[in-house]
Antibody
Framework: QVQLQESGPGLVKPSETLSLTCIVS????????WSWIRQPPGEGLEWIGH???????TYNPSLKSRVTISVDMSKRQFSLNLNSMTAADTAVYYC???????????????WGQGTLVTVSS | QAVLTQPSSLSASPGASASLTCTLR?????????IYWYQQKPGSPPQYLLR?????????GSGVPSRFSGSKDASANAGILFISGLQSEDEADYYC?????????FGGGTKLTVL
């Protein structure tokens, strides 16, 4: 059973950079795409970006200028950096794994429990 | 205008059926898209239900009951999640998702109430 666990600060000041890490346990990080997805309180889901285990990334165009996702195979983890944080970035941040479902089809099969990040001074 | 639009809420009775719609923006044709559906219960991350492009290109999530199924309504330019034999445990938020111009896009979600 693959398990994902997000870690990082629960409170970030405006204009600062958010750094979150997702630790992957009981499963291989190799061969998969990994994503960060967020959900403001009471609102819907927003895909932030994903990274392949090899390091190639794709980001949401609306966040691309502020986002960096990286992977550390040796530590079995991947990370999110989101700079210039504002109150609009307050959300539950989830990490998740993409599983293949044939051809160029993928779906999110394992998710972390999510971590609430509040942006406030 | 958002790429994907979902009704904010839907109510149905136990044992009945429900059709949750995911309408694509005008000018974005539903036909070539794989539409993914996720279920989210309060305090938990979303869970994958299924993916539907056509009857020959679909995928059911592991352990997802067959009473959850997908389809498309070309005339409405929408993807449909159909749930038959509604149970109280189906009460949740449902999100559609697709890959559009190099980005994953979610609909705003539909809160399904079973009462």
């Amino acid at each position: 059973q693959v398990q994902l666990q997000e870690s990082g600060p629960g409170l970030v000041k405006p204009s600062e950079t958010l750094s979150l890490t997702c630790i992957v346990s009981s499963g291989s990080i190799s061969g998969y795409h990994w994503s960060w997805i967020r959900q403001p309180p009471g609102e819907g889901l927003e895909w932030i970006g994903h990274i392949y285990y090899s390091g190639s990334t794709t980001y949401n165009p609306s966040l691309k200028s502020r986002v960096t996702i990286s992977v550390d195979m040796s530590k079995r983890q991947f990370s999110l950096n989101l700079n210039s944080m504002t109150a609009a970035d307050t959300a539950v941040y989830y990490c998740a794994r993409w599983a293949p479902c044939g051809g160029d089809c993928y779906y999110l099969d394992y998710w972390g429990q999510g971590t609430l990040v509040t942006v406030s001074s | 205008q958002a790429v994907l639009t979902q009704p904010s809420s839907l109510s149905a009775s136990p044992g009945a059926s429900a059709s949750l719609t995911c309408t694509l923006r005008s000018g974005v044709n539903v036909d070539p898209y794989r539409i993914y559906w996720y279920q989210q219960k309060p305090g938990s991350p979303p869970q994958y239900l299924l993916r539907y492009k056509s009857d020959s290109d679909k995928h059911q999530g592991s352990g997802v009951p067959s009473r959850f199924s997908g389809s498309k309504d070309a005339s409405a330019n929408a993807g449909i999640l159909f749930i038959s034999g509604l149970q109280s445990e189906d009460e949740a938020d449902y999100y559609c998702m697709l890959w559009h111009i190099n980005a994953w896009v979610f609909g705003g979600g539909t809160k399904l109430t079973v009462l």
